[in-house]
């Protein structure tokens, strides 16, 4: 999965930093060290950086790891790198963030790639891929089956550079205010859905339309919607979602993976120190690594509580999944026809795909085997 040099490379280099800056504030002789204060903070500051969020830094599972990573860079540069938060609509709507790092409003931003599939239908694979791989495939696929260099070949002729930051393992199959029971429930349902999966659920009958997170509670309380996924129980239920859609489904098909990536302007990239390019690299993977352990860890606690709000968490019918499973790869296939990357990119993922499943048919236990 992770290269260990990447994670001893970003332990190694907060350490140090953090002991040259404990040295620079001593003075000798056991005095107090002196305050540092606004005009020597400026002389100590050599990089700052506006980034936009495509999701508020308050929603648990997915608020925590920008964060994570904005003090792991100061900490790692010894204050001298500082990047800056902003949540949705503050500076930059959710929606239109490589849009502005590609003209340089901003220097990067951290989002969900998945947005840019109007513009870059890559993207949506980048993303997420409908009935694809597992989280740490995915990561194996970007490190080590030519995703990065893909993606990034992609992403030069928009003016950026992507950065894997972050990823979490399925998401939930949506929130429904009534039970599903044939793949009919599905034809006219209002449903607020995300990426490719999107296009496979209007492929089945579904009515489907796209709504940034701060919008989707109410969307569902006025009826505009019908039900909607968004992300992980963790994270929907911080969005009031439970409250109104009682019937919670398994499994998380169109998402297996959501991988979060910082773009970074091009000529701002360029501009960097290789140094610092480095260790933006590598703090990234280490928060990738925080994100899926952290996003692994929240959702159990939610789901054991289900029962005492209500929730009814169920299974997606076989016969309803095998419909939309061919529903997806229609749109897949036709997506790939329509446009170049695309193809490329779906080819290179099926392909290491197709021989990762060997290794995991065989080495992992099957999920019907009781651990306990």
Known sequence: MFSSRSFLIAVGVAFLAGMVVSLAVRSSGGEKAPRINNDTLKEIVRERWRVPLSSPRNLP??????VWLVNAVQEATGGSFIIDLFDPG??????AITDAVRDRKVPAGYTWLGYDQGKIPASALIAAKPFGMEPWAFIGWWLHGGGKELSEKIYVKHNMKPLLCGISGPETAGWFAQPLKSVDDLDGLKIRFAGLGGKAMQRVGASVTMLPAGEIFQALETG???A??????ITDQALGFNRIA???YYPGWHQPFSSIHMVVNLQVWDALAASDQSMLE?????ATAFHLGLSEALQGPVIEKFENVGVSARHLPDDMLEKIHDAANEVLDEEAIKDE???EVLASQRAFHKTYRKWRNLAYLSKDFDQE
């Open 90 to 95: 503050e500076i930059v709507p959710a929606f």
């Open 246 to 248: 009682k019937y919670n």
């Open 282 to 286: 590598d703090l990234c993977l280490a």
């Open 228 to 233: 909607t996924e968004y992300s992980q129980p």
């Open 61 to 66: 599972g997915n608020g925590e790891t920008p």
């Open 341 to 343: 990357d695309f193809a």
């Open 224 to 226: 505009v919607i019908d």
